[in-house]
């Protein structure tokens, strides 16, 4: 059987990059996946497909495994509080089942 767990993601302006790996590093999670994105939103469209002079127009997501719900939503405040009043953002949560990955279920493996 897969481990569960709830993926956090995080999708924001690139300039918040380190703040926000701050706030997961200190929440305890085990680590994370952040990559360039684009899109469409509230705030018009963003894409990484043409050449930036800087990365202050710039879209990342953020990929957060946390073992439950108290530690996702407990990122997922602080970096809304800290940030979404000024910056373009969104978080969402889904429900996951690990099915390979030590760095998240030990040792031990996941169980499936």
């Known amino acids: ?24 590093e200190e ?13 469409k939103g509230s705030r018009n469209v963003r894409s990484t497909g043409h050449p930036n ?8 997501k953020f990929e957060v495994l946390t073992p439950d719900r108290i530690m996702a939503q407990s990122i997922a405040s602080k970096v809304a509080e800290q940030f979404f009043t000024d910056f373009a953002g969104m978080i969402y949560l889904c429900d ?6 030590e ?6 493996g996941c169980g499936i």
Do not use: H, Q, R, W
Request: glycine share 10%.
């Open 1 to 24: 059987m897969a481990k569960p767990a709830k993926k956090l993601v995080i999708v924001t302006e690139k300039v918040l990059l380190k703040k926000i790996v701050a706030i997961i």
């Open 27 to 39: 929440s305890g999670a085990s680590g994370y996946t952040v990559v360039e994105t684009g899109g």
């Open 53 to 60: 002079v800087s990365d202050t127009t710039a879209n990342i």
């Open 96 to 101: 996951a089942e690990v099915l390979y990955g």
């Open 103 to 108: 760095s998240f279920c030990g040792p031990e």
